[in-house]
């Protein structure tokens, strides 16, 4: 699985933007997509994730600011960030999770950087 990211940049906080990740490869076992992300001195952690089932699961931060969705015909998976603040400045890397194997895939990060 091959995972191609895009969208990130700098806003100012209150701001919007729109992450993409496109799937490719073996996409026929993925069982969630989801979008992790990691600021200077932190450890990387989900930020949301949906499944093969469409449900989906936020962090506590970015609940009812973030919205995540997905394009089953084009393999692609969409993070609407809305209301950014400076604490969502980090890189963002979209992951792949298999069923089965819970093996997991990652795209490039792409940074996103909120200014106050």
């Known amino acids: 699985v091959q995972l191609q990211a895009s969208g990130g940049g700098l806003v100012q906080a209150g701001g919007y933007l729109r992450l993409s990740c496109a799937a490719s490869g073996s996409t026929f076992n993925i069982n969630r997509m989801g979008w992790y992300r990691q600021a200077p001195g932190k450890q990387r952690g989900l930020v949301a994730g949906?499944?093969?089932?469409?449900?989906?699961n936020y962090a506590d931060s970015v609940k009812g600011r973030f919205t995540i969705s997905r394009d089953n015909a084009k393999n692609t998976v969409y993070l609407q960030m809305n209301s950014l603040k400076p604490e969502d400045t980090a890189v963002y890397y979209c992951n792949a999770r298999m069923g089965g194997t819970f093996r997991d895939y990652w795209g490039q990060g792409t940074l996103v950087t909120v200014s106050s």
């Open positions: 949906i499944y093969r089932d469409s449900s989906t």
